[in-house]
């Protein structure tokens, strides 16, 4: 399902005709995230709806309701499932179920995370909880597994005749049904143990979202560790690891990522539970339950790739270190050798995790010294999305009005999808982008999948497709005046287009079944289409097909061009290390659920 400060982005209704003649006018969709979206008309003021336009959520208690009529269609769905006169395919009534579930728990996680009304986060936390339990609750139903194993039987003398009929895949997905059930143990037919399963899947549920409601926990440094910079106590949404001060940067770092109360306690009980609930569903441990089912198979396989990613990396990671970043640092420390009367470790041996990113951007700055960021507004960098999908898949992206109580901030802006090989006038899909950073919302970017796209059958005919509908969530600093766009930073601009990409795969998925549709496929292959698509993003064959100066909407000249071209060579730098501390958070993740492994050091 997928995981500021700020002042808030201000809307604005009206923008004199001076300050409209200091910025170029791009496209209606590049202007429409530049300067605050399209208004809502007359006709659509009047039209009042609920969230995502479900007509059933206007309020914080809707959830409450959302969730009973939502029980209520598992219980219905699930006595047809077991019915001996069912006249549908069990993968039929499966994703139906499916679907019930992951509308309700997707649609609260993003409204648990995104809204700025507390009621409303409350709400939406207490309905995940519900469905989650609800779901463990499915998933350890004896009846429900029997019938869905007989349906998946290879012997056509176990199956009911709508089974009898299903294709390959059918199958497939009635398979990986099948193989969910089997995570929670029912399999193993034993009343004491569903029961276990169920209480431990619901503590770690709860305990899950309070370790994560912990790490947005507010951060603040007080005024005396940097000098000039703060007031008597500022608040930290990241620790400032570009600032040129290393005492700045190691202070800040320390900070943000100093224990939080509880939080020690919170992962404890998260990881007791998740070993629980491995082993009621009879695993060793949590590590070989989430592998399972992963490309990898296994944990011991994970950790003897990750070894060799290790090996290849550390050469190379040593040479950047030594030949490219020790001498930045070295500069950056012979600048200030104390601070407040607090010393500062200027040990030219090392590199702390507190100076990589500032250390990798002065490097890459030198081979990329021309300022580009008025040409990488956000309604450029949408406008580069919009090229890209239109040039590789055909699609079309147009942004329109919400209705009133559609979204939960007026900064969010609605996308349509549409295709351009289709007659009909419907989009493909709905993109809902809350991009700009404002107080309370969580410091990450990520893709909510709302609703999944899948076949609405009549009987055993398609009769419709459910158009997916996506939020995507980034935190770029907004404008300072509704003149002026916000501009993105070339990483910014990289996570754009990487959200994007798990949009683009949701769009294009068209799968039968809403259960294996889009970024619902493996967990292994997800992040591929993202990451595929982002590798366009500073592409400089790409990039000068999209980025215009803001005020004059003009090209990169020559001597930008040859700066995207030297950016495009500079995105390799430090990648490497970037990579292994990736893998070190990979080692600390396994190590924590199987930790008897060998690790390599």
């Given amino acids: 399902m997928g995981w500021s400060r700020?002042?808030?982005?201000r809307s604005h209704h009206y923008v004199c005709r001076r300050l409209l003649a200091t910025r170029a006018k791009l496209s209606p969709l590049a202007d429409a995230f530049n300067y605050h979206g399209l208004k809502t008309n007359d006709e659509q003021r009047n039209k009042t709806t609920g969230l995502f336009g479900y007509s059933v959520l206007t309020s914080p208690h809707s959830f409450q309701s959302f969730v009973k009529s939502t029980t209520e269609e598992c219980h219905i769905l699930c006595n047809e499932a077991i019915s001996q006169t069912r006249v549908r395919k069990m993968v039929q009534i499966l994703d139906d179920m499916s679907d019930a579930l992951c509308r309700v728990a997707d649609l609260s996680d993003c409204i648990r995370m995104l809204h700025p009304d507390e009621a409303y986060r409350y709400s939406a936390q207490k309905a995940c909880q519900l469905i989650g339990q609800l779901v463990e609750e499915l998933n350890t139903n004896s009846e429900l597994y029997n019938a869905s194993v007989r349906a998946n039987s290879t012997s056509q003398k176990d199956k009911l005749i709508p089974d009898i009929h299903m294709d390959n895949v059918d199958k497939r997905v009635l398979g990986l049904f099948v193989a969910d059930f089997e995570l929670s143990g029912v399999q193993l037919q034993d009343p004491c143990r569903h029961e276990q399963f169920v209480r431990a899947a619901s503590l770690a549920l709860n305990y899950g979202s309070e370790f994560v409601e912990g790490c947005y926990s507010t951060v603040t440094l007080p005024s005396k560790y940097v000098a000039n910079s703060y007031s008597d106590s500022s608040e930290l949404i990241h620790p400032l690891s570009d600032h040129p001060d290393p005492f700045v940067r190691l202070s800040t770092y320390r900070t943000y990522y100093a224990p939080i109360d509880g939080?020690?306690?919170?992962?404890?009980?998260?990881?007791?539970?998740?070993?629980?609930m491995a082993q009621a569903a009879g695993f060793e441990n949590y590590a070989k339950r989430a592998t399972l089912h992963s490309l990898a198979e296994t944990p011991e396989n994970i950790n003897e790739f990750l070894e060799h990613v290790c090996r290849k990396l550390r050469p190379i990671s040593a040479e950047v270190v030594r030949k490219q970043l020790l001498p930045i640092v070295k500069n950056s420390y012979q600048k200030i050798t104390t601070h407040d009367n607090v010393p500062v470790n200027?040990?030219?041996?090392?590199?702390?995790?507190?100076?990589?990113?500032?250390t990798i951007g002065v490097k890459r700055q030198t081979l990329c010294s021309h300022n580009l960021a008025d040409?990488?507004?956000?309604?450029?960098?949408?406008e580069g999305v919009s090229q890209l999908a239109s040039c590789l898949f055909g699609l079309r992206l147009e942004v329109v009005p919400v209705q009133p109580?559609?979204?939960?901030h007026p900064s969010v802006i609605k996308v349509h999808v549409y295709s351009n090989k289709s007659n009909s006038i419907e989009p493909i899909g709905i993109?809902?982008?809350?991009?700009?950073?404002?107080?309370?919302?969580?410091?990450?970017?990520?893709?909510y999948t709302i609703r999944g796209g899948r076949c609405i059958f009549n009987g055993f005919y398609t009769q419709s497709y459910q158009s997916p509908i996506i939020t995507l969530q980034l935190t770029l600093s907004p404008s300072e005046s509704s003149a002026t766009p916000p501009l993105l930073s070339l990483g910014q601009v990289e996570n754009l287009f990487h959200e994007w990409g798990h949009a683009l795969h949701s769009m294009l998925a068209r799968t039968r079944y809403q259960h294996v549709t889009g970024t619902r496929c493996s967990t292994d292959l997800a992040e591929l289409p993202s990451t595929l698509f982002e590798h366009f993003a500073l592409d400089p064959r790409?990039?000068?097909?999209?980025?215009?100066?803001?005020?004059?909407?003009?090209?990169?000249?020559?001597?930008?061009?040859?700066?995207?071209?030297?950016?495009?060579?500079?995105?390799?730098l430090g990648l490497s290390l970037e990579v292994s501390q990736q893998v070190c958070i990979s080692y600390q993740k396994l190590y924590i659920y199987m930790p008897i492994l060998h690790y390599y050091s």
């Fill in 346 to 358: 200027s040990n030219s041996k090392l590199i702390w995790p507190s100076d990589l990113p500032y």
């Fill in 431 to 447: 993109v809902y982008c809350d991009l700009l950073d404002r107080p309370g919302k969580p410091a990450q970017d990520c893709h």
């Fill in 405 to 408: 109580g559609e979204t939960w």
């Fill in 375 to 382: 040409y990488f507004s956000l309604g450029a960098c949408m």
């Fill in 6 to 9: 700020l002042p808030l982005f």
């Fill in 542 to 572: 790409v990039t000068l097909e999209y980025a215009r100066h803001w005020k004059t909407g003009q090209k990169p000249d020559s001597r930008e061009i040859i700066a995207l071209q030297q950016l495009s060579i500079g995105r390799g």
């Fill in 263 to 276: 939080q020690e306690k919170r992962l404890e009980q998260l990881l007791n539970a998740r070993h629980e």
